[in-house]
């Protein structure tokens, strides 16, 4: 019995499809090698890194987009033994800053279209411990820092016969940081074995379902939780690669599906939007592509549909940078096959099913189970083998289940549920579905009210361009709803009467706000979502006890 | 982080799945219940099992064929932190009485129609350990053993609620012996990982691609190599399972097929075998099944032709009791899907690929790696997570590397390869095909022959019922092979004559045997494979140097 490390993969990978096919869009224009060379490039690099100091337990951080250089790293770095420290550019230059500070990482890989991001962030006393900034293409641009080198130049000379150091399935192979909605980014660390775990799960039919034959395009970006396992995955399924290089754009995307025989791709909802609205204009063939897999925000219905309209599955998946990422993947159950087709929608809409190897429970704030209705919310909470322990660089209160608060007694094997922190319901099919942040939910009276159904339905009105709700201190309720409103110009109390009267007619008559205040635009983090934070920190006033 | 166990897979079946079936055929006609039962059922044996002392790291054992009782024992022993020990009733009596010796069992459940068996093996010395013979059913037989009962006796009064102990990834949960045909049978444990990786790997795509909307029907039996691990990744991906009982004929599998909807089914080529000669006298509607799993041995290439024509796909798989048991399947690459059929069928008859998370590699006898041309022999040798790192009741000499012998030098992880005792070739295409046991092969002037291909090719004469080869020692080729015939009343000289002709044809002059015997039978193993052993014992004379 050997370890769980990610090697293995790369070696199965190489020696069954080593014809098989690694495809780059560069700025330089289309990369195109096979496995059989990629893993020589990923020798050659492992054999460079090794030359330029990194030993096993060092953090080589990367600060570049979808390219056949940056999955070069994704097996040459773990490989060492050393920690493949992904780093989001979207974040402001301050989190950069603090986030190459807590990670220590020793040398940083950088595209030349991110060069002035890394100088924008950087800082003689952060970058501290960074030995050395590679510029991925053949020459460098200046940067603030001591030492810049090419990457023609880094790996010139060296040898593609890689002979890799012992590697243990409990070294951590990956490092990256949550977005930072809720505070800061934190960062969270991969071990070989919650990789190898994770690969695992997400290339079986009920994840994403990944066969050799499969061409997977990652447009998630490789800086956020690792394309979301993509390139492992298709690498253990021995399928071919396209990576959509620096931001590309819908046309580039769709060229790349028909050009490469895309099957499969995965990203955002808003790049799928972007990708809708071209396809209206233009003629594409989609014919190879079977299936979109959509994350990390709730892809609108809309979205869906018009992608079931073109021939092609939207795939809808739930994750967090702490379950490395896949947790939920939301494929119809048999007895759905047969439902019609709105029923089936409702079902896709939702975040999904848990995976295989993973368990979850959804907990009020007593700790207690709540049932399976479709409607009682409570926290999910996830554990198993790819399901991070806490966090390497970030709060020191891990939001881990510690057996007093939260915890769900002696009926697990261990008592280590990780909080997601995300509020949802579960129906009687067991489709989990995602209604808020608990940091968000407004608990009034001992019930809870999910902010972001609220937001959503008050947007719907014409006249409202955005709108967040959050829950401001109440004498009586605990929390009571306050919304917060950008508009267009409206007459506001008629506004006002027109948004609460609809919202009685969906929810009970406590969900609606209490106050709706308008302000000139909702504050936003790097990322674009509602900075929720910050207007709680505004809600000063309590509303009087009644 | 949480450890690979098996109890996760089945508390999601009964969460996302509650009303999916578990049926099986039994001697009192079918059992038909849910996910949400089975799991109650698996409560109240686990807590009957604790009440009779059962404890963690006992052995329990089975002597059963394919039903849903078998099925709970699945799951409820290792729940347990206990070790489910399933004892293969076709083996000969010895060889059960030493096995259960050895394993020191606690508890053993057997069958009504295998309590005969079981009184066979009986001996009171070897059974010390036994406390308890569970006969499954209402009533119990009369045994030699102090302590009979009934399974519904043992489980009356037991609560379905339990509560599991801490069970370890590394606590072993299962115990089966090898089929013996080079020796006595050897233990082989499996821990809850080891079974988990196997699970995930076989759910895979690229492993039997098994997914909820499966109606899995195991027809290997539950006693050889855990039904090659189906009952569990069923339960994982959340399938229907089918159980088809004691001694199913093919009017039974085939009227299981129809009733139930099986879509994916698995074992030896014999059972297919019959299943075809039934199938060519009766009318039966195949459309649910899409595949058959095939392994164990070779299918004949008409099985899978004839498969192929009812539009009933034959996936050809490799294992061995080491593996847990899958290792390779017989899956057409991608550039292979427009290939001609006969090119297809051609790799689809071999062995397979090697499933994503082991590593293979095969050397020849001095350790060195063979070219993968399609002809070049050497043992298979394989590693992973789900791969057996020794005996626990065997050869004192595990058969593992250790550095020594054999070693391949410093670029694995660890040095752990398992040598599985197969010679094989693999193509420039990865597929790896067996060609014979390393025991068997014939070592003649620093070649490998064949014994395996000689016995076949020798065999397709009409006037030859059986035929097997071994290797005698030559003074100057160090082995040379000898055949034994058993013909249909043959002129014998004429036959050899034809036979070393024929053989002359498709192999190598030094291929063809230095002498022919006839005989009255082949001996035999209990599973019917020869048994080369006491035909090498009887080559006691050596072919003179030449
Ligand atoms: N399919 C989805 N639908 C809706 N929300 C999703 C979906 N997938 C992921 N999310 C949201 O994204 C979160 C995970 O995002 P990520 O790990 O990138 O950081 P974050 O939680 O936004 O930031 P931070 O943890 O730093 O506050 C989930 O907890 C969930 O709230
Ligand atoms: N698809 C297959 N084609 C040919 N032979 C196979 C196939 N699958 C498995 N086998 C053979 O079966 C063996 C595994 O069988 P098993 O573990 O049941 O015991 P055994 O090797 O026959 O007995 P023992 O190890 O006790 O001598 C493999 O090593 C291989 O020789
Ligand atoms: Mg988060
Ligand atoms: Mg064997």
Redesign the pocket.
């Given at each position: 019995m050997t370890g769980q490390t990610l090697r293995p993969f790369l070696t199965r990978a190489t020696q069954l499809y080593p014809d098989r096919e690694v495809v780059a869009r560069t700025a330089d224009g289309m990369t195109r090698y096979t496995y059989a060379e990629y893993a020589d490039r990923v020798g050659r690099l492992a054999n460079a890194l090794r030359a330029a100091g990194v030993e096993r337990g060092d953090r080589v951080a990367t600060l570049c987009w979808n390219h056949d250089r940056h999955f070069e790293a994704y097996f040459a770095v773990p490989d060492l033994g050393a920690q493949l420290h992904t780093i989001n550019p979207l974040l402001p230059a301050d989190d950069v800053r603090r986030i190459v500070d807590g990670a220590d990482d020793r040398l940083v890989f950088v595209d030349p279209s991110l060069a002035d991001t890394l100088a924008a962030a950087y800082d003689p006393d952060a970058f501290e411990s960074v030995e050395q900034v590679v510029v991925i293409g053949s020459s460098a641009p200046d940067l603030p820092v001591d030492s810049v080198t090419s990457f023609e130049t880094f790996v010139a000379g060296h040898d593609a016969d890689y002979d890799p150091p012992t590697v243990n399935e409990d070294d951590p192979a990956g490092l990256c940081y949550?977005?930072?909605?809720?505070?800061?980014?934190?960062g969270v660390e991969y071990t070989h074995r919650m990789l190898w775990s994770h690969t695992m799960a997400i290339t079986t039919p009920m994840g994403l379902d990944i066969a050799d034959a499969d061409v997977v395009m990652p447009v998630v970006p490789m800086f956020?939780?690792n394309a979301w396992g993509l390139p492992y995955a298709a690498t253990a399924a021995g399928a071919k690669h396209v990576y959509p290089g620096p931001s590309p754009d819908p046309a580039d995307l769709v060229e790349l599906i028909e050009r490469e025989g895309v099957t499969l791709t995965a990203g955002v909802p808003t790049v799928w939007l972007g990708v809708l609205d071209y396809l209206d204009d233009h003629d594409a063939d989609l014919s190879t592509l079977s299936r979109i897999v959509?994350?990390?925000?709730?892809p609108p219905e809309r979205l869906i549909r018009a992608f079931d309209d073109r021939g092609v599955e939207v795939v809808?998946?739930?994750?967090?940078?702490?379950t490395a990422?896949v947790g939920a993947v939301s494929h119809l159950k048999p007895d759905l096959r047969d439902a019609d087709y709105e029923t089936q929608l409702a079902k896709r809409t939702k975040?999904g099913l848990i995976l295989p190897g993973l368990e979850f429970e959804v907990v009020d704030d007593a700790g207690e189970r709540v049932p399976h209705d479709g409607e009682s919310m409570g926290e999910l909470r996830v554990r198993g083998p790819w399901v991070a322990d806490g966090y390497v660089d970030g709060p020191s209160e891990t939001r881990r289940g510690d057996g007093a608060e939260g915890s769900v007694g002696d009926d697990a094997v261990e008592d280590s549920w990780l909080r997601?922190?995300?509020v949802v319901t579960v129906d009687s099919d067991g489709y989990i579905e995602?209604v808020d942040?608990a940091a968000d939910v407004i608990r009034s009276g001992g019930e809870w009210i999910s902010s972001q159904a609220l937001e959503n339905a008050i947007m719907s009105h014409e006249a409202v361009r955005e709108a967040a709700v959050v829950g401001v201190p109440h004498e009586r309720w605990g929390e009571r709803p306050v919304a917060y409103l950008v508009d267009d110009d409206a007459d506001r109390d008629a506004l006002v009467e027109t948004v609460s009267a609809r919202l009685r007619e969906d929810y009970p008559d406590w969900w609606v706000p209490d106050r709706f205040e308008f302000v000139e635009a909702i504050p936003k983090t790097a990322?674009g979502?509602f900075a929720k934070t910050d207007l709680r920190d505004r809600r000063d006033d309590p509303i009087d006890g009644a």
């Open positions: 949550s977005s930072g909605t809720t505070g800061d980014p934190k956020h939780i959509i994350g990390g925000a709730a809808h998946g739930w994750g967090m940078t702490e990422p975040q997601t922190g995300d995602l942040r990322t979502k």
